[in-house]
C-alpha cells in the first residue's frame, strides 16, 4: 500500500542546534516533494519544494534533500529557534503524473526550547 | 490580495444538519482543493477543481458530501446530512498547477457536530 511516513510526531530540540526531519514514502514515485509549516489553528504555509532530479535545496536557514533511491527527504533547520516550533509537513505528488494532487504526510511537531 | 478566505472559521451545528463550508480562492490560480485535517487521519484531499471542473472527488468519504465550483472565484463543501464523524478542519486551497505547484492555504473551518 501506498504510505507517507514522518519519522516521529514530536521533535524537542534546543535553541541553536539543528533540527532534521524526515519523510519517508513507500509505493509512489513522486517528481515533486513539498514541505510546509502549520502552526496552531492556522492553514499549512509553502517552504519549500525540491524536484525529483534536484538532491539538495536551500533557503535561508533551510535545507531539503531528496533520495529517491531511499525514498526519502531530509528537512533541516540550521540555528533553530523558537520561533521555528510548529508542525512540518511533507506532501508528494501522486505517481509523479502532471495534473495530480498532492498527498500529505502527518506532520512531525518541533518544539525548540531557549 | 487577501489570500485564500474561507467562511465561516468555526461551525457548530448538530447532527443530521445541513452544512455549508464557502471558499475563496485566490484570483488567477487555475486549481481549487478541499482537504479535512483530524489528528487521526491528518491532512486528507477531499476534491480538487481545474478551471472550474471537478478533477478527482475519490477522497470524498460518501454521497453525504459535495463540492461545487460555480466559478473561478468561489466554491462550496457541503455535508448533508451531518454526522458526529464529520468533525474536523476543513481547509481550502488553491494553486496555479497540481503537483509541482505550491498551494495556499485558507485559515480552514473548524466543524463541530453534535
Known amino acids: 500500500s501506498q504510505k507517507i511516513e514522518q519519522n516521529s510526531e514530536a521533535l524537542n530540540i534546543q535553541e541553536g542546534k539543528t533540527a532534521t526531519l524526515t519523510c519517508n514514502y513507500t509505493n509512489y514515485s513522486p517528481a515533486y516533494l513539498q514541505w510546509y509549516r502549520q502552526d496552531p489553528g492556522r492553514g499549512p504555509v509553502f517552504l519549500l519544494l525540491i524536484r525529483e532530479n534536484e538532491k539538495e535545496k536551500r533557503k535561508e536557514r533551510l535545507k531539503v534533500t531528496f533520495d529517491t533511491t531511499l525514498k526519502q527527504s531530509l528537512f533541516h533547520i540550521t540555528a533553530s529557534q523558537p520561533a521555528d516550533s510548529a508542525t512540518y509537513l511533507c506532501?508528494?505528488?501522486?505517481?509523479?503524473?502532471?495534473?495530480?494532487?498532492?498527498?500529505f504526510g502527518k506532520g512531525t511537531t518541533l518544539s525548540v526550547s531557549s | 490580495d487577501a489570500g485564500v478566505i474561507q467562511s465561516p472559521r468555526h461551525e457548530v451545528t448538530e447532527m443530521g444538519q445541513e452544512v455549508t463550508l464557502r471558499c475563496k480562492p485566490i484570483?488567477?490560480?487555475?486549481?481549487l482543493f478541499w482537504y479535512r485535517q483530524t489528528m487521526m487521519r491528518g491532512l486528507e484531499l477531499l476534491i480538487y477543481?481545474?478551471?472550474?471542473?471537478?478533477?478527482?472527488d475519490s477522497g470524498m468519504p460518501e454521497d453525504r458530501f459535495s463540492a461545487k465550483m460555480p466559478n473561478a472565484s468561489f466554491s462550496t463543501l457541503k455535508i448533508q446530512p451531518s454526522e458526529p464523524r464529520d468533525s474536523a478542519v476543513y481547509f481550502c486551497?488553491?494553486?496555479f498547477g497540481p503537483g509541482s505547484y505550491e498551494q495556499y492555504f485558507g485559515p480552514g473551518t473548524r466543524l463541530t457536530v453534535t
Open positions: 477543481f481545474n478551471n472550474n471542473v471537478p478533477i478527482d
Open positions: 484570483s488567477g490560480h487555475d486549481y
Open positions: 486551497a488553491s494553486s
Open positions: 506532501a508528494l505528488d501522486d505517481d509523479g503524473q502532471a495534473g495530480t494532487a498532492l498527498i
